[in-house]
């Protein structure tokens, strides 16, 4: 399991003195230290494309409530903080595109991100969640998800409704299987759940027909489903650092890999640090082309 992140918190500085900045509306000491006089509307990036506001290692352990009156922001940027939770007036940035949460101590989600309704890119890496709202699937343009580094153990069944996911990362968390509401994200292409507690990876991974990157490593899986093998259009599946002693006879169907990967970053087959039958390690280091023919061959006699 990847480290967690600490869940000790920070002390609370006391009641806030409020000073009143050119005539606008009152700010806090802190909202006035990141504003230095001026109008928050000056602290806009105004991109081609997106509006963007950034607030990244900061040390803040509070928002400064004069985001939520920055209604135009579309992408925001708050990781690497000491954030211990995301109030509900996030549901006022009703433009946000992209939230990036990474690095915070929070612990849940506040169900008003339900109204962000254009949000396609969420990182809530490397928080110390336990749970997510089921609310999280209002958000029907999310494409991306990365829940990374966390103390998940199960996901609301309603995340089956984001139909236009494309990419999940579920990586270093509590889990001990792969969540059923995951096997309904048709558009799914890739999907990270290395360092859980997976025993096995259930047959309906066959219903991910997008998936192109599936990593699994640093489990304790046993065996290798035949119905991953249905998953032709996988050009990296890494299953390396689990319990797996034989490989599917079918696994040549698999012919997009294209190699036997040693790289994390290679696309291909990563299948090391398992405790393969023979002959099967010695075909591997032979390469793919190698395995794929003596498992076609074991599958014809």
């Not at 595109?97 to 169900?111: D, F, K, M, T, Y």
Request: with cysteine.
């Amino acid at each position: 399991m990847g480290a967690k992140p600490s869940s000790a918190h920070c002390r609370d500085k006391g009641p806030r003195r409020m000073v009143l900045l050119r005539g606008r509306q009152p700010f806090s000491p802190w909202d006035d230290s990141l504003l230095l006089g001026k109008d928050p509307r000056a602290l806009l990036k105004r991109g081609m494309h997106h509006v963007s506001f950034s607030l990244v290692t900061k040390g803040m352990t509070d928002i400064p409530s004069f985001l939520w009156g920055l209604s135009e922001v579309q992408k925001l940027n708050l990781s690497h903080n000491q954030l211990r939770a995301l109030p509900p007036d996030v549901g006022k940035l009703s433009r946000l595109v992209v939230l990036n949460l990474c690095g915070n101590r929070l612990r849940s989600l506040p169900q008003e991100i339900s109204l962000l309704k254009s949000l396609k890119v969420l990182f809530v890496n490397m928080n110390c969640l336990t749970e997510l709202p089921a609310e999280l699937s209002a958000c029907r343009s999310l494409e991306v998800l990365s829940l990374s580094h966390n103390c998940l153990s199960q996901l609301p069944a309603s995340l089956a409704d984001l139909s236009r996911l494309r990419k999940l990362n579920l990586s270093n968390n509590y889990f001990a299987h792969i969540p059923i509401c995951v096997f309904a994200l048709k558009e799914l292409d890739f999907l990270h759940v290395g360092s859980n507690r997976l025993e096995n990876i259930a047959e309906s991974i066959q219903c991910l027909v997008s998936l192109q990157i599936f990593i699994a490593e640093s489990n304790n899986i046993h065996s290798f489903p035949r119905s991953l093998c249905l998953l032709t259009g996988l050009e990296l599946l890494n299953l390396n650092n689990n319990d797996i002693q034989t490989l599917p006879d079918e696994l040549y169907l698999l012919w997009r890999l294209g190699r036997i990967a040693w790289n994390p970053m290679d696309k291909g087959l990563h299948i090391s640090h398992n405790p393969l039958s023979k002959p099967l390690p010695e075909l591997v280091e032979g390469g793919l082309e190698m395995l794929f023919s003596y498992l076609k061959d074991k599958k014809h006699n």
